[in-house]
Nanobody
């Protein structure tokens, strides 16, 4: 079993920055794929960024150049540095871990960007 706990969300003005963290515990393996998703009210949950076991990163077009995903394997923690935040980035951000065919989710952390 895997547990994921996000932190770092909050209220920020447009143009500001936040750093999200996701602490993973349980049976974690380096081969697990981790990522950040977000869901705004009335919208579906969409992928924001993914980091593979080899350290390759994939970003949604809407955040390229502004968000950076990273992972500390020793601490079993994933991060996402979010810069130049926009009101459209307002959403609940969820940490995700894909282990084989099993997907785990955190409880989410709210990010609100004011204009």
């Amino acid at each position: 079993q895997v547990q994921l706990v996000e932190s770092g969300g909050g209220l920020v003005q447009a143009g500001g920055s936040l750093r999200l963290s996701c602490a993973a515990s349980g049976r974690i393996f380096p081969a697990d794929v981790m990522g950040w998703y977000r869901q705004a009210p009335g919208n579906q949950r969409d992928v924001v960024a993914v980091i593979t076991a080899g350290g390759n990163t994939i970003y949604a077009d809407s955040v390229k150049g502004r968000f950076t995903i990273s992972r500390d394997y020793a601490r079993n923690t994933m991060y996402m540095q979010m810069n130049s935040l926009k009101p459209d980035d307002t959403a609940v951000y969820y940490c995700n871990l894909l282990q084989g065919v099993t997907r785990y989710w955190g409880q989410g952390t709210q990010v609100t960007v004011s204009s």
